[in-house]
């Protein structure tokens, strides 16, 4: 249903809520709270002074309203509670003067001074609250309100949309689960704490399921596949490679290396995720398991998540096979028409020996002549179903997945169980280590004149903030567009500052990340967009504000983009400098440590603020938190697919139709 047909909700409602990714009635209605207010309601007699507290009672005098100057008022009124008759005063609210009648409830919040027997209230609420009632948190985009939502959502739940509940029958009435209906709404408008447990119990249940049932479902379509062809057997080619490579390679790439090659020579098709740490060294990996596949014979394909890190990966890959025959190519979504139908071409006739590029490898024209391997680089896993499709005229293709995320092994072979996994741990040796430090917002002089240092030394600086603009609620943030202010102000513009995010045009992207590259730009104002991949061996300090805000996974990775030689590099987190989790990051520069704590650390209130994190966006689960249920749901979807999967699913609708879309994607 469209979200215009919703009372009150107009066009301009419609696209604020695009920007939350909600492009219909039932999104709104997957869209979970990330948390809740419960209010509590105070007994005035035990109030402590300069506390905010809630309090309910009756009105009992016709308001008094004075103006002060042009735009400033207040309302005077006395109220009856817990036995009491207080003066309250409310400043700006003289229109609702005629609303606050003698004899009717109220409830008030503000602070109460008890020797002016004053109660200073900064909030009205013209109806008596109950006892421990409940207000949904939504994670919010610029220019719309949680009361906003939370009315929108009000009404899509008057709707009566029917949701499809993704639990079979059987699993709801193992677990005694509530039904689909009653946990969309119990999780938007619960009335009490049980509601919002029932709730959840059920919906994360859901979600897991659903998951591990994608994640099952590869894995028994990957053990049934038949009919790859084996690559022969180069080893001693590859290895000649490998010596002529400008470093040796790490025990890990090593051993690495070993399970692609036994992979690539077997008859079962590969499924490798190879997993290190930024800056560990996976992409030398992959290009010699394309350089293998060659020999024998057959493509390969690379495909990376933006068109700077393929742009990035073609240009070294290039240097680093300038020594061999094979013939590397580089296909974007940007590149010429022309150019496009002459790469297509030599894929289809097998020219060409190695493309790199984006998801434009994907496209319906691509056609490869003998496609022996696909190579995806920073994978994000997420969208299990986002798997991709490169069609291919020769046989079942081997395929190869680096992430940087380092998710501990437990959780790995549950989310990944479809797949076998490599670790790199080991770093390429004479790497320093990043030094990191945590200062508070006040002490952005500091780090000024720290960043002023390093560019003196000719090197280059990253700066990072998760905003790309305001968003009401939290104005306290600095934005990119008033970092590159501040700082244009503090270095006196006689160092260059340039600013890149998502909402850049791909022409401006480039434009800012190659002045960057050739050294032109001395600071790089970034949204996380450089999150992955990017490689400038010259930028030797990277500042994150607003770091509290990020997962340390995620901290992690972006300061990996730095201390890339052997120049001394700093990381300064600005943040609160009593946060625990950001020393963890000033103590350690191990990626499995730092994410293992990570999991370890995250509170209950923390878990919903997971959307900076990147790689494992469930809407509501917590792979950490509802571990258990992950297995749980793990071994019940695996008996619900083996069950099924005889009669293709025929009873189960919904899981046919879930099929259906990952075999049409895959
Ligand atoms: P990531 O794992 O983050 O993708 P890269 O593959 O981009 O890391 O490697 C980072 C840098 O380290 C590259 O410049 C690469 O050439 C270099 N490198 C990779 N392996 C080694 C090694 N064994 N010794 C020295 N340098 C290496
Ligand atoms: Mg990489």
Same mark, same amino acid.
């Given at each position: ?59 009992? *005098? ?27 005063? =409310? ?95 119990? =999780? ?107 020999? *024998? ?274 990381? =300064? ?94």
């Amino acid at each position: 249903m469209e979200l215009t047909k919703l009372k009150g909700l107009g066009e301009k409602s419609r696209d604020l809520l695009n920007n939350l990714n909600i492009f219909s009635v039932e999104d709104l209605l997957m869209y979970y709270p990330y948390g809740y207010n419960v209010y509590n309601i105070s007994d005035i007699n035990k109030a402590n002074e300069n506390e905010q507290i809630i309090i309910v009672g009756k009105v009992d *005098s016709t308001p008094i309203a004075r103006r002060f100057k042009r735009n400033f008022n207040s309302l005077s009124f006395r109220v009856f509670t817990s036995n009491k008759l207080i003066n309250v005063v =409310i400043f700006n609210r003289a229109f609702m003067k005629n609303n606050i009648t003698p004899g009717s409830d109220i409830t008030l919040i503000g602070k109460y001074n008890s020797l002016k027997n004053t109660f200073t209230a900064s909030n009205i609420l013209l109806s008596k609250i109950e006892e421990g009632s409940i207000e949904s948190k939504y994670h919010l985009t610029s220019g719309i309100s949680n009361k906003q939502i939370s009315k929108y959502v009000d009404s899509a739940l008057k709707e009566n949309i029917a949701l499809t509940d993704y639990i079979p029958e059987e699993y709801n009435d193992r677990y005694n689960f509530i039904n689909k209906r009653e946990a969309v709404y119990y =999780i938007h408008k619960p009335s009490n704490i049980d509601e919002i447990k029932k709730a959840k119990l059920k919906l994360i249940y859901e979600e897991l399921f659903t998951f591990m049932f994608k994640i099952n479902y590869l894995k028994y379509v990957k053990s049934k596949e038949e009919g790859k062809e084996p690559k022969k057997d180069k080893k001693e080619e590859v290895d000649k490679f490998i010596d002529s490579l400008p470093f040796s390679l790490t025990t890990d790439q090593i051993k690495t290396v070993e399970d692609i090659h036994t992979d690539l020579i077997s008859d079962k098709r590969m499924n490798r995720l190879v997993c290190g740490d930024v800056g560990s060294g996976k992409t030398i990996v992959g290009v010699i398991a394309s350089y293998e596949c060659f020999l *024998s014979g057959y493509q390969s394909a690379l495909m990376a998540p933006t068109e700077i890190l393929a742009t990035q990966h073609y240009l070294n890959i290039k240097n680093l096979l300038k020594d061999t025959n094979m013939n590397v190519e580089l296909l974007l979504g940007s590149t010429k028409k022309k150019d496009k139908e002459e790469i297509y071409r030599k894929l289809e006739n097998g020219e060409i020996d190695l493309i790199i590029g984006t998801h434009a490898l994907i496209s319906e024209k691509v056609t490869f002549k003998n496609l022996g391997l696909v190579i995806t680089d920073e994978q994000h896993r997420f969208g299990v179903n986002q798997r991709n499709s490169l069609r291919n005229k020769g046989n079942i293709p081997d395929i190869l997945y680096m992430s940087a995320t380092p998710i501990p092994r437990t959780y790995a072979l549950t989310i990944y169980g479809d797949m076998d996994i490599s670790l790199i741990k080991t770093k390429p040796a004479g790497r320093k280590e990043i030094n990191t430090i945590i200062k508070s917002d006040k002490e952005i002089k500091d780090v000024l004149s720290l960043m002023l240092e390093e560019i003196k030394k000719g090197h280059q600086v990253y700066v990072v903030s998760p905003l790309i603009e305001e968003s009401e609620e939290e104005n306290t943030l600095t934005t990119v567009n008033e970092l590159k202010e501040k700082l244009d102000i503090a270095f006196n513009k006689k160092v260059k500052v340039e600013i890149l995010h998502g909402k850049l045009s791909k022409e401006d992207k480039e434009k800012v990340m190659d002045d960057f590259k050739e050294g032109k730009t001395k600071v790089l104002v970034s949204t996380t967009v450089i999150e992955v991949g990017v490689d400038v061996k010259n930028a030797t300090m990277m500042v994150i504000f607003n770091a509290e805000r990020f997962g340390l996974a995620t901290l992690h990775q972006l300061r990996g983009r730095i201390g890339r030689n052997s120049l001394e590099s700093t990381c =300064i987190l600005v943040g609160k400098n009593d946060n625990e989790r950001l020393k963890v990051l000033e103590e350690s520069n191990d990626g499995f440590y730092i994410t293992e704590k990570d999991f370890e650390m995250r509170r209950e209130g923390d878990l919903f603020g997971t959307r900076q994190s990147g790689d494992m966006s469930f809407k509501i689960a917590d792979i950490k938190r509802d571990f258990k249920v992950l297995l749980k749901t793990k071994e019940d979807s695996e008996e619900f697919l083996l069950k099924n999967i005889k009669n293709g699913f025929k009873n189960e609708e919904k899981y046919y139709k879930i099929i259906d879309e990952m075999k049409r994607l895959d």
